[in-house]
């Protein structure tokens, strides 16, 4: 990919970054701080044990070693805008699933590299991917502190000064991330259409078993803290919805030859959309069917 072409995909996703920010309030941040439990437990299932899962994982299931770095990779990125949608249609806990976001996308300019490059390195295979390209964290990191903590950070200034601005187009920013996704994920795929199809197989098992894995973990966390419905979903969809779009980001601009890397990133923006939205609908059903109606962040029992 040219240099022009790289830094303006960097260019979308760190507006893509700004967008999301203009829903964020200082007032989202103090949450976390006033009740920390809840955005605890999903940061840490976010950064500790997700990335941690993915890395056994890809020591105890053979597999290629591009799709175990691209598999580590999406493991070591933040949740992404679109859990927040899909956590307010499925009635979870959105005040704080907007608020992890946020802590979250400032967490990673330092935690996905760090990530990244810990894990990636503690599997043989994937260390000698890295060693052969020779990227220094250092690049990793300025490249993830301009795409996401530059931009979140201009993006909240400029919901404090111009709120009304924030208001009117922050809708226009949610519309533009989701098409950031959906463009990155077809640059990958349409670049490396005849690997994928050669291997769809092996892609297509090892992105759904990840995801199904992210979403378990973020579930049994929230539920082994005994957190709410509400609670419990957002941080599920939190954990198990990555911004597979910075992924793809970071793969273009330092690990462009590695065909396998891309088409596991792509896969994943896809599939994440299909899944969090199934989750969503059974929840929504099994609401329905047991007469649960949540609100405030609270369950209320209808009927009997």
């Known amino acids: 990919m040219s240099q022009a072409s790289l830094i303006t995909l960097n260019l979308i996703l760190a507006m893509m970054m700004f967008g999301i920010a203009l829903s964020l309030k200082l007032a989202d941040f103090k949450r976390v701080l006033k009740a920390p439990r809840g955005p605890i437990t999903g940061l840490l299932a976010q950064f500790i044990l997700l990335p941690l899962i993915t890395w056994l994982l890809t020591l105890m299931v053979p597999m290629p070693a591009e799709v175990a770095l691209g598999l580590i990779l999406v493991s070591s990125c933040p949740g992404g805008s679109f859990s927040n949608i899909v956590t307010f249609l499925a009635k979870g806990n959105t005040a704080m699933s907007v608020s992890m976001t946020g802590v979250a996308s400032l967490a990673a300019t330092v935690m996905t590299p760090f990530n990244f490059m810990l894990y990636s390195s503690l599997n043989s295979d994937t260390a000698v991917l890295l060693t052969q390209i020779n990227v220094p964290a250092s690049n990793i990191l300025v490249i993830v502190a301009l795409v996401l903590a530059l931009p979140l950070s201009l993006g909240l200034l400029a919901a404090k000064l111009w709120p009304v601005f924030a208001a009117r187009s922050e809708p226009f920013f949610r519309f533009i991330s989701l098409l950031t996704l959906f463009l990155f994920v077809l640059i990958a795929l349409t670049s490396n259409w005849s690997a994928f199809i050669a291997g769809a197989s092996i892609f297509l098992l090892a992105v759904i078993v990840h995801n199904a894995i992210a979403l378990l973990v973020g579930f049994s966390s929230a539920r082994i803290m005994k957190l709410n419905k509400a609670d419990t979903r957002a941080i599920t969809l939190e954990v198990g919805l990555q911004n597979s779009g910075l992924g793809l980001g970071i793969i273009f601009t330092f690990f462009d ?48």
Do not use: P
């Open 257 to 304: 030859n590695l065909t396998g890397m891309a088409i596991i990133a792509a896969a994943w923006g896809c599939w994440h959309l299909i899944s969090g939205m199934g989750l969503c609908f059974y929840w929504q059903h099994h609401d329905r069917k047991h007469g649960i109606k949540i609100a405030s962040n609270k369950e209320v029992q209808c009927g009997s």
